[in-house]
């Protein structure tokens, strides 16, 4: 069953990400969301899980750097409760059904 979520401003300094790789982000993407930025000042909210504690960033890797190059200080986040690892248990879920999906014949 899907946890209710809550819109809220955070501080850019209070989302853990150290859980994915920098060599991920696609600067073209990136600089897309800085350009962005810059013209409209705002992007759709980030998705992150709270566990009680720490903020863990689930959707908006991209945005959320974008964010920091342009010295944004608070994202506004659709926050939920959930750890780090019931997302990334969900995230291997996911990538299972996408590779069967994948496999079957057209």
Do not use: W
């Not at 859980?19 to 350009?35: D, G």
């Not at 992007?43 to 944004?72: N, Q, T």
């Not at 994202?75 to 019931?86: K, M």
């Amino acid at each position: 069953m899907m946890k209710r979520s809550r819109r809220e401003c955070l501080s850019v300094a209070a989302i853990r990400l150290d859980f994915q790789p920098s060599e991920n982000l696609i600067e073209e993407t990136v600089l897309k969301y800085v350009e962005r930025l810059r013209r409209a000042g705002r992007l759709r909210p980030l998705r992150v899980r709270f566990d009680g504690k720490d903020y863990f960033l689930e959707d908006g890797f991209h945005r959320l750097e974008a964010a920091r190059r342009v010295g944004i200080k608070t994202v506004e986040v659709e926050s939920r409760p959930g750890t780090l690892a019931e997302m990334e248990a969900e995230f291997d879920k996911y990538l299972e059904r996408l590779k069967a999906k994948l496999r079957r014949p057209i």
